[in-house]
């Protein structure tokens, strides 16, 4: 699969796989924009884009327990000025559907 226009034109800085959810992961471009995607809702554009106005964000890091999905996942955003802002996952971001790795599986084989 391929999005050549989900970031605007922006240049992508990091994509990272959520560690709770086989179907969501997070792009970060140049801008600061962190774009949150959800192949089982939508897998034409991303879910939802948040402008992090504080600061340019220069990289991130998702985090979380495969084992143990709660709302205690999240991603880590480092920034320019080299403060550390940790965003925690909504239950709808950090707990995985009935079946979800199977469908992801259906979706990527199709894909490919």
């Known amino acids: 699969?391929?999005?050549?226009?989900?970031?605007?034109?922006?240049?992508?800085?990091?994509?990272?796989?959520?560690?709770?959810?086989?179907?969501?992961?997070?792009?970060?471009?140049a801008a600061?924009?962190?774009h949150l995607w959800d192949l089982l809702e939508k897998d034409y554009e991303?879910?939802?884009?948040?402008?992090?106005?504080?600061?340019?964000?220069?990289?991130?890091a998702?985090?979380?327990?495969?084992?143990?999905?709660?709302?205690?996942?999240?991603v880590c955003l480092a920034k320019e000025s080299g403060e550390i802002e940790i965003q925690y996952f909504s239950k709808k971001w950090a707990v995985p559907a009935h079946a979800e790795l199977d469908t992801i599986h259906n979706i990527l084989n199709e894909a490919f």
């Open 62 to 74: 998702v985090f979380g327990d495969p084992d143990k999905p709660s709302t205690l996942s999240g």
């Open 32 to 34: 600061s924009n962190l």
């Open 46 to 60: 991303p879910l939802t884009t948040q402008k992090l106005h504080s600061g340019r964000v220069t990289t991130m």
């Open 1 to 29: 699969m391929e999005w050549s226009s989900s970031t605007g034109g922006k240049p992508v800085v990091s994509v990272q796989w959520a560690l709770t959810r086989p179907a969501v992961f997070c792009v970060l471009d």
